[in-house]
């Protein structure tokens, strides 16, 4: 584990431990599959159709992998299953790679944004609210000014949640009710940023799903008028995945990169069973970088995206 | 991205067409185009499989007829295939003990509280005594949640917001209801992941004590290969009754609604689109031919119709009728039309049922103020020009366009759309309509 030495070994583990179920399948199916063989096989090509399509990679995803796999191994060849292994996790984390020049290693704000606003979009149920809450303690926890705006004023009780939230956090929530305008409740939050010289602000939105126009054209209203209060902001959009949704997500991200220019992902929910392969093809295809997975219920598991361990505990064998 | 299946079909199946019989030879491209197909529209893996080779096995030996595209033949009997395998009828619930307590779970976000207002909001409609009960007591403000949904829909919900034991909560909400004469009590629990340990001992506890008559799995309808695995350790632990499909809205394609039914056993129950809770279509019973369809990208007519029905006025399409029939129809009956498709809900959604338009809608922008400027330009019409839109001139057309805010080409455009209804209306007349019934059976 040399190469992940400035990961904290503590997270990792909690991300391994998430996506653990994968790995004891993978290494011992590849490693049967290719015993005694020197070249890739119809068998090892479907074993590997299997672990990628059963961890939500998606069919062309897959197969493009797949090809890469088959190119690489013309003119490499492999010996045994470690090092097509090895080979495997090179290409994926390449096709990411190809979108993400250099993964951050901790929480942290670019130093002459101030304040630096993010928007927070994404489905119903994803996990947004908790997101926002579980970002805003980790800022808050390095020494960060942090303000939430309750931009979700239309779900049962969303502000009262992201309030106790902001109460855990203990930072201020600026909200305005239930059913009141999101975009006047997003302007509010950055001027309140703004005036209160915080580091961050972070605004709360409705779940939507893709499909309803006028909702999602609400997301570009409430962009237009953040911009009257700071004319460069949202620094960031943030759009949060459920990390046990299929291929649904490569829908969401489209649509909601047509209304608003996502900058960055966010996968939730991976400390279950699901392995959120579907980000590996959202971030090929949409050249759309994963900042933050969530892994669990802790503050602590919101957790800086790292795409070399992602894949690694995707892929890799116990030891 | 995701092609038609009957699109793909026909690709592959080009080297088939002509040779007058389905074969093991010349079906495997095939059937490898129906496995992915299945696969984007997150069908599990093996299940995926194991359909495609029953489908094959009942698609080799079948005749292919000269006059029928042979990947429509396949379609129909995939989609057979897939109905079957999804239970072929609807599946009721058990509400027989008194009172009957019906308790919900599922992974977090799946939609249970919602689910659970909805569910409340569709028994009391049947005149049943319904309590809400509140057992999540983990998410913040999720007690709050199912309180401002029952307000809405108008059933009592119980809460002990101080109590952090979700088993005692449940309990004392029984005796609760017995005392206040509820009849069937619906149990909104926490989500929780199938790996955590201590929250499915909780789950599998709260079943121990209060013996529910119905439990209800709650799964994402966006779910991809996971929901297998999730469905099944819930399923080992708590035994579920039934399934509820959630957020099956517009282009959800549902595969993991096959591969549940498929490694559970248990049958789909309800469905449930949007986050309104007294919306009329945001709650359905379960029809398998309409989600087989949806798998498959073939639209759902079936939900259409019925959508249709609920909406329609019965008198207003019988008068209707008559003008049709007598060649009568105008702008008033136009206008009327446009305020019936209002109702229905979402015009997107209920556009892309139609079967081949939700690919083509993609790259649409079809939302409900597409109609305004229609509205706009038929209420600014004189009730006389509406009646009889012949009278309609350049001048005329100047000032509806004036009032109307729109311009005197729109106005063009729907007098025009209009000409040419009425010629379609008179064509079926003519006719007696059964020119214009398509022979969608290819076995005939």
């Known amino acids: 584990m040399g190469i992940f030495g400035f ?300 795409r070399e361990a992602f894949v690694a505990s995707l892929l890799e064998s116990k030891s | 991205m995701f092609k038609t299946l009957s699109n793909r079909l026909d690709k592959a199946m080009k080297t088939l067409k002509g040779q007058g019989r389905i074969t093991d030879v010349n079906i495997a491209a095939t059937m490898k185009e129906i496995r992915k197909a299945l696969m984007e529209a997150d069908v599990n893996y093996k299940v995926a499989k194991e359909i495609t080779d029953k489908i094959k096995d009942e698609a080799i030996g079948r005749k292919v007829m000269i006059d029928v595209k042979p990947g429509e033949l396949l379609v129909k009997i995939v989609h057979e295939q897939l109905m079957q395998l999804m239970g072929g009828t609807t599946a009721e619930m058990n509400l027989r003990s008194d009172p009957a307590v019906i308790l919900m779970t599922g992974l977090q976000g799946s939609g249970k509280t919602t689910f659970s207002a909805k569910l409340a909001n569709y028994l009391k409609k049947q005149g049943r005594q319904v309590l809400l009960v509140a057992c999540d007591v983990y998410r913040p403000a999720a007690i709050e949640q199912l309180k401002v949904n029952g307000q809405a829909i108008g059933v009592e919900v119980y809460s002990e917001p101080e109590n952090k034991n979700p088993i005692a909560i449940a309990q004392n909400s029984i005796k609760w209801a017995k005392e206040n004469n509820k009849k069937i009590i619906i149990i909104d629990t926490a989500g929780r992941l199938a790996v955590d340990e201590a929250m499915m001992t909780e789950i599998a506890q709260i079943k121990t004590a209060i013996q529910p008559s119905e439990i209800l799995f709650v799964v994402d309808a966006m779910t991809g290969q996971d929901a297998v695995n999730t469905a099944k350790s819930f399923n080992d632990r708590v035994n579920f009754d039934g399934v509820v499909l959630t957020k099956l809205d517009g282009d959800t394609r549902g595969g993991a609604a096959l591969s549940i039914r498929n490694v559970v056993e248990k049958p789909i129950k309800f469905i449930s689109t949007g986050e309104k809770v007294n919306e009329p279509n945001s709650f359905d019973i379960f029809n398998p031919d309409s989600i087989a369809r949806r798998i498959l990208n073939m639209g759902d007519v079936l939900k259409l119709v019925e959508i249709a029905q609920d909406a329609f006025d019965q008198q207003e399409m019988e008068k209707l009728n008559k003008k049709l029939r007598k060649n009568e129809f105008d702008f008033n009956d136009f206008y009327s039309q446009i305020q019936q498709i209002k109702k229905m809900g979402n015009l997107k959604d209920i556009i892309s049922m139609i079967p081949g338009m939700g690919k083509m809608l993609k790259e649409v922008e079809i939302d409900d103020f597409s109609l305004t400027p229609i509205e706009a330009i038929i209420q600014s019409m004189t009730p006389k020009e509406r009646n009889n839109p012949i009278l309609i001139d350049g001048s005329r057309k100047k000032r509806i366009a004036n009032g109307s805010g729109t311009s005197v080409q729109q106005v063009n455009n729907l007098i025009k759309q209009f000409q040419e209804m009425r010629k379609m209306i008179k064509k079926m007349n003519d006719s007696k309509g059964k020119r214009f019934l398509p022979n969608i059976n290819p076995f005939r």
């Not at chain 1, 063989?37 to 090892?44: A, F, R, T, Y």
């Not at chain 1, 704000?109 to 979009?121: C, E, Q, R």
């Not at chain 1, 909702?215 to 943030?238: G, T």
Request: hydrophobic content about 40%.
């Open chain 1, 7 to 306: 990961f904290n070994k503590e997270k990792k583990e909690s991300l391994e431990k998430g996506l653990e179920k994968t790995n004891q399948n993978f290494f011992s199916k590849i490693s049967k599959a290719i015993a005694g063989k020197s070249k890739v096989d119809e068998e090892i090509l479907d074993e590997l159709e299997e672990i990628l399509i059963t961890s939500d990679v998606g069919v062309e995803t897959t197969l493009k992998i797949i090809e890469r796999i088959e190119a690489r191994v013309k003119k490499d060849k492999y010996l045994n299953a470690q090092e097509l292994n090895k080979i495997l996790k090179e290409e994926i984390v390449a096709l990411i790679t190809e979108t993400q020049q250099n993964d951050p290693t901790q929480f942290e704000l670019p130093a002459h944004t101030k304040p630096y606003v993010i928007m927070v979009v994404g489905v119903n149920g994803v996990g947004k609210t908790t997101t926002i809450g579980k970002l805003a303690s980790q800022f808050h926890q390095i020494g960060k000014k942090v303000v939430l705006g309750a931009g979700d004023t239309f779900r049962a009780a969303a502000v009262a949640q992201l309030k106790v939230w902001g109460e855990r956090a203990g930072v201020p929530v600026i909200e305005k009710g239930m059913n009141t305008d999101p975009a006047a409740v997003a302007f509010e939050a950055v001027k309140t940023g703004i005036d209160t010289q915080a580091d961050v602000v972070i605004i709360d939105t409705a779940g939507r799903l893709q499909t309803k126009t006028h909702l999602m054209n609400e997301l570009s209203k409430i962009k237009r008028v953040i911009q009257k209060a700071m004319p460069d902001a949202p620094h960031e959009v943030l759009l949060v995945l459920d990390g046990s949704t299929g291929q649904n997500a490569v829908v969401q991200a489209r649509e909601f990169t047509k209304v608003t220019e996502i900058t960055a992902l966010a996968v939730t929910k991976l400390d279950g069973t699901a392995k959120g392969g579907v980000v590996i093809g959202i971030s090929d295809e949409f050249k759309i970088p994963v900042k933050y997975i969530g892994v669990g219920e802790k503050i602590e598991d919101l957790q800086i995206f790292h």
